[in-house]
């Protein structure tokens, strides 16, 4: 019998498992080779001196330990992997849908980030949205940009996350999209013209007093300066006191695109996870289209329960929210704010034809203003 095949029989030896002729033959091996001894042998010394009674086979007791780790760690990382498997499918099949979806929670949600990025922060666009779910939670997470020119500038991240719904970045931070290090800093016509014409600006107008949609919509289409209204903002309630400035949200606006960005609703937010690109994914721009996607919001924000403990709308949200969705029901309820963007010498003749003397700089780039935006 050959080296390898006694090799072949040593765990039968060690287990007894081997008939006479067959186990005379592997001891007479053994005797005279030491590497099938040293195999026999590599189990650390047992210590059998606390047993009584009978012989023990020292061989056979080390083999059996040995089998019986082996074992007992193989049936230890099964139970492991049924009991993650188990876990998932309870969580996939079970509680994702009853609990972190129920009622549409995590697709209101994910309408929500993104109506709240777009509706409280003058001028920016979505430029990727994702939802990423594990067995207890769903996280949407929406880059924003500001339009300056035809370029954007990273505006921040939003994220929210269902059932601990927040928004926010990863401190739970509020959230301002403002390019520049000071967003209360203001400009006039004749301060947009110092910016010299190699530039472009993003600047957020400001009226003393809403104006009607159709005004606002003969801003945006007029061709005496080469801008583009991006954004329109709408008062959320009118004080007698202050008029244009709202009572509701501490922003005193809410707006949306003009340029009416868009999703694939249910399909998309509904989903356990997707991604989106924001890139070409726009319809012409109308001030109407604004008031109609800010009207949608708001309804959707007032209905679902995933907004309930928001602290962006503080410790009433559901109600201000219903609050404001109420007075924009009017037929026209008004612009009180405009974002434009447009090379700076375009934009201070824009300042002086609209009347607005000042406005918020959010940004400002080097000229690029070659390639059509928005559909202009």
């Given at each position: 019998?050959?080296?390898?095949e ?13 008939d006479r ?8 091996h ?15 010394e ?19 330990v ?12 099964l139970?492991?992997?049924a ?33 709240t ?26 880059e ?24 926010g ?8 999209p ?17 910016l ?17 949609l159709?005004?606002?919509q ?17 008062p ?11 009572e ?8 949306y695109?003009?340029?009416?960005a868009s ?6 937010f ?13 319809e ?8 109609d ?23 009433n ?11 924009l ?6 612009v009180?704010s405009?974002?434009?963007?447009g ?20 940004g ?10 928005c559909?202009?």
């Amino acid at each position: 019998m050959t080296h390898s095949e006694i090799q072949d029989l040593l765990e039968g030896y060690v287990d007894d498992a081997l008939d006479r002729p067959t186990r005379k033959l592997v001891e007479s091996h053994i005797a005279g080779c030491a590497e099938c001894q040293a195999i026999l042998d590599d189990v650390a010394e047992v210590d059998l001196s606390g047993l009584s009674g009978g012989v023990v086979d020292e061989r056979l007791l080390k083999r059996s330990v040995r089998k019986a780790m082996r074992r007992t760690i193989a049936d230890a990382v099964l139970v492991l992997v049924a009991g993650w498997i188990i876990i998932w499918f309870i969580g996939a099949a079970l509680l994702q849908p009853l609990v972190v979806n129920r009622s549409g929670r995590a697709a209101s949600a994910a309408r929500a980030t993104v109506d709240t990025a777009i509706m409280l922060n003058p001028g920016v666009t979505i430029t990727d949205l994702q939802i990423d779910s594990n067995w207890l939670s769903r996280l949407v997470t929406a880059e924003v940009a500001i339009s300056v020119g035809t370029s954007t500038e990273p505006a921040g991240t939003i994220t929210s996350r269902i059932g601990v719904y927040r928004f926010g970045g990863e401190a739970g931070n509020s959230f301002f999209p403002y390019v520049n290090s000071d967003s209360s800093t203001t400009i006039d016509s004749a301060g947009l013209m110092r910016l010299g014409d190699g530039t472009v600006a993003t600047v957020q107008l400001w009226f003393d007093e809403p104006i009607s949609l159709a005004r606002a919509q003969q801003f945006a289409d007029s061709p005496a300066n080469d801008v583009r209204v991006i954004w329109a903002g709408f008062p959320t309630s009118v004080s007698p006191s202050d008029p244009g400035r709202a009572e509701n949200f501490g922003q005193g606006v809410l707006g949306y695109g003009t340029c009416g960005a868009s999703f694939p609703e249910d399909d998309f937010f509904g989903a356990t996870s997707a991604s989106f690109s924001g890139t070409g994914m726009y319809e012409p721009a109308s001030i109407q289209n604004a008031l109609d996607q800010v009207r949608r919001s708001l309804v959707n924000l007032a209905s679902s329960p995933a907004v309930s403990d928001a602290a962006t709308f503080g410790s009433n949200g559901p109600e201000q929210v219903q609050a404001s969705a109420d007075y924009l029901e009017a037929d026209d309820p008004g612009v009180i704010s405009l974002v434009v963007t447009g090379p700076s010498v375009e934009l201070a003749g824009f300042l002086t034809e609209s009347g607005v003397p000042l406005a918020a700089i959010l940004g400002v780039d080097f000229y690029n203003w070659s390639t059509p935006i928005c559909g202009r």
